[in-house]
């Protein structure tokens, strides 16, 4: 009874216990009789398939999907290729294999080596690529030697290939193997260690869609590594193909135009967005590197100082020079700092905060109104305009157009650009704005920079007289897409704020300058009605070139700009040129812009 | 905190059995990954002490004082299963595990021990016959935190491992049907919910391929053919000890960690797997023993939560490798190589030890 009173009840809950004990020896005793099954009574079986086969998993590489322009012409596609992989766990020797692939195939023992070291995490039995894109010779020879060297594995894969070579590189992008640090990442969790990715471009940009589904097979291997035969497969489903909005003539154009020299030119319809041509110089070729291995022509191209790889037309950043008198003018008008008629004096230099400021045209324009100030690119009537205006007036106007904030264009990487405010040279450069600093913005210089495609969709939303675009490169009905891609079509209807009759007089202006003898004059297209506007952006301080000329260093030239569009009614076309160190806006970009609105004339103009 | 008696009553043939079962592991690991860098039995060797020392220091403190500050441990817990979602390192596939200097450790895993502590004190003083509502309710929502943190990672492997936990208190407290019928329901919703919001399609896959084989002859559907080779293969006697068989088993992966038992089966045949079978069933058996000798509720719920944890671990495990329960990344108690799952499960047979060796009353 005492027992009782130290100690509480607990037979309930052991009882409990017990029928839970038994329960665990009755799956015990199954599992011993399930093993019997397995290991005794169809132990001949499981015997015949570890003895005499072995299955393998092969990876079927699914088909990339193909990339076309507007007319179907295939910018990227397949062919097929070798490559070879080893199989570590068919090795006899590990040492002597990697030995004899060296020969073999003709590779440096320790690269090798090294290649094999950067997988060593994955198991044994799955391949790791030692080499892709074999020639035939190479080919021929691991298939002879099949059966001595059951470690190597011959596959077929489908390789990119981009039949124009350059053509179109920075809109394309390219393929590399997916690194290490990607893998790890939600987005390439479905990948595998030397997948090939698309690295920029409309290659990483629609990568999903591209990729396609893998497939898989599974196939009885002899221990010789011999094929026996197939357990089943999975087909591949290859990708879907994307339809760029390019021209390929306009686009060639293009090219042939920056040939020799550095700049970026975009061609656009101001309507919907799409961009006709895209060309970033230099340029290079992406056939070059779709490898796995590093190949000196990608270390070349990486270290070039001449930034082949960089995507000008997105991530040059430039002042916007000359070609920011469009949006002085628009931003003015609106803001009620002028009018139409408000006229200022240009003698060629006047004196604004105790500073001698030039105009370009030193014997000075006279007279001037906003619409032949834009003409003449009169630098003094925009610096009088400016310092009657606030800074941030004139970067909220700015950005309204386009300038300094991402268009939001569908491929990667893309640069915000600058416009400058008092907020940020107080975060920035921690000193206040100076009202000598709004003179310098005033005509497009100063802290203040933009990217080629900015200014080309700024050009964009005048020519349509304020309604606003964003620029695409994969038109979203054409290729089956949802989502925000689908906004940018014609009935898109958000306008800017600001009055459409101040378009008009900046457009005036701009036609002026093309056709009626301004500082655009050589863009000028008979019957076309071009307007335009250039630019010509000191690259680097009046004083420093002052300095460098006293010293006999040769000063380089300024970038040369030229946006416009055509015709001045019902506008269908935006170019956008800019030569890095091209010299005047008028002299380099607006006599090639020339070329684009007249092929653009004859394509589409009947 | 220790005096002669309980050293004395220390269970020493638990402790033995427990050496006994690691060192069949570090034998196999041994075997089953020579041909991979990293010397992973010694490694295991490594963890073994560790734990070792980790359970003889656990033991001087009385069981009844760790109850009682359970609640704050298993706060410090799930802190850390919330923070490692956002700091933790990946590793194969799922975010849990804190990379320290040395090595990495698995906080899921050391997590099941406040787990445990935390819902003997629930129960600690519960005299009805039959489970009520609020203990039910309760108890339910100190295991599901947990598990809803680390299948979140996702480890479903390591979540799923928490349930048995659960059940064994259920089973103690006393089921009654109403209360089995809505947790049934309440799983289905959660796996309902979980297949279509938390699950990553390779876990899918898994449950698929279980129910329907011929499905998906790939992927997970592959593991299991692979594990199944290896075992039938093994037959009566099995390959011999490091022999022949590698050429099979290198097709499995993780065969040092999960599959260990498809390496037991395939090199020491249907005799090593009977062996091995019944040494486990000795070592449940000796901790089940300890059941029937706690001196209070507490050690008994203590007790049975430990064995239902490791017993239904390992029988899960070994299923899995014969391909009647779904690839679910649970490694095999005591055997597999892995640091956490051993720590963890030499902190638990120390809760078992500590309870049995303190089953007098001092009066």
Known sequence: MNHHKIYEDLSLIAKRARKTLIVFFMLFIFLILYFWKIQVLDHKQYWEKSENNRIREVIIPPQRGLIRARNNTILARNIGSYKVSIIRENCEDFEDSLQNIAVLLNLEIEELRERIDKYRSLPLFRPIIIKDNLTLQEVSRIEARRLEMPELLLQSEPKREYPYGTFASHVLGYLQEISPTELQTEVYRQRRPGDLVGKTGIEKQYEDRLLGTEGELLEVVNSLGRVMGKVSEVKPIPGKTVWLTLDVELQQIAEEILEGREGAVIVMDPKSGGVLAWASFPNFDPNKFINRFTPEEWIDLRDNPNFPLQNRAIRGLYPPGSVFKLTMGLAALQSRTITERTSFFCSGVVQIYRQPRHCWYEPGHGRLTLVSAIKNSCNIFFYQTGRLMEIDTIAHYGKMLGLGVKTGIDIPGESEGLLPTREWKKTARKEPWYPGDTISVAIGQGPMIVTPLQVAVHTSVIANRGRMVDPYLVESRRNGLEGPVENRSPSSNNYVSIDPNHFEVVIEGSWMAVNDGGTAAAARVPGFDVCGKTGSTQTIGREAAERLAEQNIEVRKTHSWFTGFAPKENPRVVVTILIEYGGGGGETAAPLSKKLFERFKEIYVR | ?363
């Not at chain 2, 690691?22 to 990293?38: K, R, T, W």
């Not at chain 2, 804190?98 to 021990?113: A, D, G």
């Not at chain 2, 049934?184 to 796996?191: D, F, M, Q, Y």
């Open chain 2, 1 to 363: 905190m220790l005096d002669r008696t309980q050293i004395g009553n220390i269970d020493w043939v638990l402790i033995g059995l427990l050496i006994l079962n690691s060192a069949i592991g570090v034998a196999v690991i041994y075997s089953s990954s020579q041909h991979l860098p990293g010397d992973y039995h010694l490694k295991q060797m490594f963890w073994i002490i560790v734990s070792l020392i980790a359970l003889f220091v656990f033991l001087s403190i009385d069981y009844n004082s760790l109850v009682t500050y359970s609640f704050p441990f298993y706060l410090i817990c799930l802190v850390i299963l919330v923070g490692i979602l956002f700091f933790g390192v990946f590793i194969s596939g799922a975010k849990s595990w804190i990379r320290l200097p040395f090595f990495q450790i698995q906080p899921s895993e050391i997590c099941k021990i406040t787990v445990i502590l935390l819902l003997a004190q629930v129960f600690s003083g519960f005299k009805k016959a039959y489970l009520t509502w609020g203990k039910a309710v309760f108890s339910g929502a100190v295991i599901g935190l947990p598990i809803v943190l680390v299948g979140l990672q996702p480890d479903l492997g390591t979540a799923l491992s928490y349930v048995p936990i659960f059940l064994g208190v259920l089973i103690l407290a006393g089921l009654n049907k109403k209360i089995v019928i809505v947790f049934l329901i309440l799983a289905v919703l959660l796996g309902i919910a979980g297949w279509s919001f938390l699950f990553k399609d390779y876990q899918k896959d898994r449950l698929t391929t279980l129910v329907f084989p011929s499905k998906d002859p790939l992927g997970a559907g592959y593991q299991i053919m692979q594990s199944k080779i290896a075992v039938g293969s093994g037959g009566f006697l099995g390959k011999g000890y490091m022999k022949g068989s590698q050429s099979q088993l290198r097709f499995l992966p993780a065969r040092h960690t999960d599959f260990i038992f498809s390496v037991i089966g395939e090199e020491f045949g249907f005799v090593g797997v009977v062996l091995v079978l019944l040494c486990y069933f000795l070592l449940i058996l000796r901790l089940f023993q300890s059941v029937f000798k706690a001196r209070d509720r507490t050690g008994v719920y203590i007790v049975f939560a430990v064995v239902m944890m490791l017993a239904c671990q390992f029988l899960i495990n070994v299923m899995m490798t014969i391909g009647l329960f779904p690839i679910a990344g649970i490694p095999l108690p005591f055997l597999s190589y892995g640091g956490s799952s051993l720590l963890t499960n030499y902190l638990a047979v120390s809760l078992v030890v500590n309870v049995r060796m303190r089953r007098f009353v001092n009066v």
